[in-house]
Nanobody
């Protein structure tokens, strides 16, 4: 079992940048990782994902602005967010999937607010 802790959220102006971190309590070598977000009154949506072999995928709304990266040596996954828009305001959640047993883990979330 792995525990996930997100950090790096905060308040930024439109056009600004933030880097979110997801620190795992153990090795993430065998996990596919992802970032989800949920705004008030909206469904949780997948923002970005990265496989064990570092293949990435992004939601159309963030493509070209967000970058997901994994550092297996540090047991950490990052989400670099550039050119932020007010529409990006949400709670961002880290997700891990252990494919060997198809087990899913979630972090507690970190708030990202882009002022308008």
């Amino acid at each position: 079992q792995v525990q996930l802790v997100e950090s790096g959220g905060g308040l930024v102006e439109p056009g600004g940048s933030l880097r979110l971190s997801c620190a795992a309590s153990g090795s993430i070598f065998s996990y596919a990782m992802g970032w989800y977000r949920q705004a008030p009154g909206k469904q949780r949506e997948l923002v970005a994902s990265i496989t064990i072999r570092s293949t990435t995928d992004y939601a159309d709304s963030v493509k070209g602005r967000f970058t997901i990266r994994r550092d297996n040596a540090k047991n950490t996954v990052y989400l670099q967010m550039d050119s932020l828009k007010p529409e990006d305001t949400a709670v961002y959640y880290c997700n891990a999937v252990q494919y060997a047993v198809m087990r899913t883990y979630w972090g507690q979330g970190t708030q990202v607010t882009v002022s308008s």
